[in-house]
């Protein structure tokens, strides 16, 4: 005969939760012996392991105690529906550990495979870390508004990093950034994307990227003039060269966004 520990050890529970079964009626509780002991014997230990198993499967108690009553043609049904209920848990875990593989992933957490593609190229090219992820974010936006157009984008973006003076574009950036407001770098700036603005207009590539929605792209607009004080200069020193705007400049004289 058994102790109620040595039951609950065979059985894979504790003390304490056969002395619960006992009081909600789910486990017999057998007569103490003449020391004022329970004493359990090997039938016992059998219903408390079908009790266990119920349980850690999910089953309430209350369900539990009609299971160990049914015939078997119930206990087999319900057996069959706590299953089903059990792999649609697997495929909401699964669910969630692929959505928590993708927080980890960085830039594929809300981007498209050809944004992550050029946010990389942009770190290749010796891009800081602060000035990506600031592009990063502002994708994520455009992203979430144009989700057809990303890969359009995400070839012009492409194509623009062919040219070197888009990379050192970025680098001035990035010194501004990170050594502060000094103005002959920001007007060095300022004349470096005005000129490749200029060329893009005369190519006619302006025109192609129309957006279509102002209230948007001034919505992107404010967030990257809340990330740092130079676009706010940067914007004031390109209207005195003919272009305004930030996300998609457009000339001053013909308020053609582009």
Do not use: C
Not at 39 to 56: F, G, P
Request: avoid cysteine; glycine fraction near 8%.
């Amino acid at each position: 005969m058994l102790t109620i520990g040595q039951l609950a050890s065979y059985a894979g529970v504790t003390p304490r939760a056969v002395r619960h079964y006992h009081q909600i009626g789910l486990l017999p509780e057998p007569a103490r012996n003449a020391s004022g002991y329970r004493s359990y014997d090997a039938r016992a230990v059998i219903e408390l392991i079908r009790i266990r198993t119920l349980a850690e499967a999910g089953v309430p108690l209350v369900r539990v105690q009609e299971l160990l009553e049914a015939g078997e043609e119930e206990f087999a049904a319900a057996v069959g529906e706590i299953d089903r209920r059990l792999r649609d848990e697997v495929r909401a875990l699964q669910e969630h550990r692929r959505r928590i593989a993708r927080l980890a992933a960085g830039d594929s957490l809300a981007l498209p495979p050809e944004a992550v593609a050029y946010l990389d190229r942009l770190r290749a090219s010796g891009v800081p870390a602060a000035l990506v992820e600031g592009e990063r974010d502002g994708w994520i936006l455009l992203a979430a508004r144009w989700p057809e157009r990303m890969p359009e984008f995400m070839g012009d973006k492409m194509a623009q990093l062919d040219d070197p003076r888009t990379v050192r574009m970025y680098l001035l950036m990035a010194e501004v950034h990170e050594g502060g407001m000094d103005e002959g770098l920001l007007t060095t700036l300022a004349d470096l994307m005005a000129e490749m603005m200029d060329e893009a207009a005369e190519r006619g590539e302006l025109e192609r990227q129309e957006m279509g929605d102002d209230a948007f792209i001034d919505l992107v607009d404010s967030f990257a003039l809340d990330a740092h004080p130079m676009i706010q200069r940067l914007q004031e020193l390109l209207a005195e060269r003919g272009w305004t705007g930030w996300s998609h400049l457009e000339r001053v004289t013909t308020s053609v966004r582009t």
